[in-house]
């Protein structure tokens, strides 16, 4: 299982970014603009990221290495954390 899948519970609780998190994932283009709008409009953190993995769920596994690293730029702590450094 792949980590953001196994984490899945802790990111959509912990992860407080979201908008940054998904302005990397359109740039790479791994949401389309109407899904980038429809995770911002959201106004809670933790209904964001629910959005984002209900989109996620067409990803494969080198897509979420890439969501993966963007969480580990932008929230490195976290990350480390569920890792268990």
Known sequence: MHFVDEHRFSLIQRVV?????????LEKRMLQETQYDE???EKVSSAQMRLLYKFAR????SEKDVFLEILK???PHLIKDLQGD
């Open 17 to 25: 970014s979201v908008e940054t998190i998904a302005d990397a994932l």
């Open 39 to 41: 995770i911002l409009a």
């Open 58 to 61: 067409a990803w494969g596994n």
């Open 73 to 75: 730029k932008q929230q």
